[in-house]
């Protein structure tokens, strides 16, 4: 998908704010005709608002293959949930704003979960270096280990330790994506890996 810059009535400043406004209005018209099947009303609210919410996307994502991708998701539930949209609950570039963000979420979750069932896969899979039988069942029973050692921990715990640890994430990012406060974070990932080092029974 080619994202294509804000519009230039959209990048001016407006002291009076009728403006912005005007061009809140013009997305609640536009939603509302989407919802009634009007594809040339669709069309324009994307081109209004694509550049923002591809740009909210790829905040998250990081990578623009995935952020295009999401993007056209969250365009395609725009489509099917414009009817359910209501004025009350924020603006409509706001509405869609947060729908982007969590479509971004869950595509990081989606992605970490993937990155940690290969992990666990290889793991179970790997042949060792000698073919030596006992090795092979240390193997299987430490991989059983760690596995009843992640059900041990809460759900924070186990989400923050599977971001940072195989999804790559910085623990400010693993804040920010799970929307907790930084020490939060901190707290919950230091807890979660003395809990799972219990389980597994390691010495300290």
């Known amino acids: 998908m080619s994202v294509p810059p804000p519009p230039p009535g959209e990048q001016g400043s407006d002291p009076g704010g009728s403006g912005a406004a005007t061009a809140a209005g013009e997305l609640v018209d536009l939603l509302r005709r ?23 996307v790829l905040r998250v994502l990081r990578s623009p293959e995935q952020a295009a991708e999401v993007t056209q998701e969250v365009y395609v539930e725009v489509w099917r949930q414009a009817a359910r949209y209501s004025p009350e609950k924020g603006s409509v570039l706001a509405w869609m704003a947060t729908m982007a963000h969590r479509r971004a979420i869950d595509r990081v979750r989606s992605v970490s979960s993937e990155t940690a069932r290969d992990a666990r896969y290889a ?50 990012q693993v804040a920010a994506l799970l929307d907790l406060p930084l020490g939060t974070v901190k707290t919950r990932i230091r807890d979660g890996l003395i809990r799972l080092r219990d389980a597994l029974g390691v010495e300290r």
Do not use: K, N
Request: charged share 25%.
């Open 34 to 56: 989407s919802a009634r099947g009007h594809e040339d009303a669709f069309a324009t609210l994307y081109d209004r608002t694509s550049a923002r919410i591809y740009g909210i």
């Open 123 to 172: 793991l179970e899979v790997a042949a060792p270096a000698q073919d030596h039988v006992w090795t092979g069942v240390e193997q299987r029973l430490d991989v059983e280990r760690v596995r009843r050692g992640l059900t041990t921990l809460t759900g924070i715990q186990r989400e923050a330790i599977v971001l940072s640890y195989f999804g790559g994430y910085s623990q400010s």
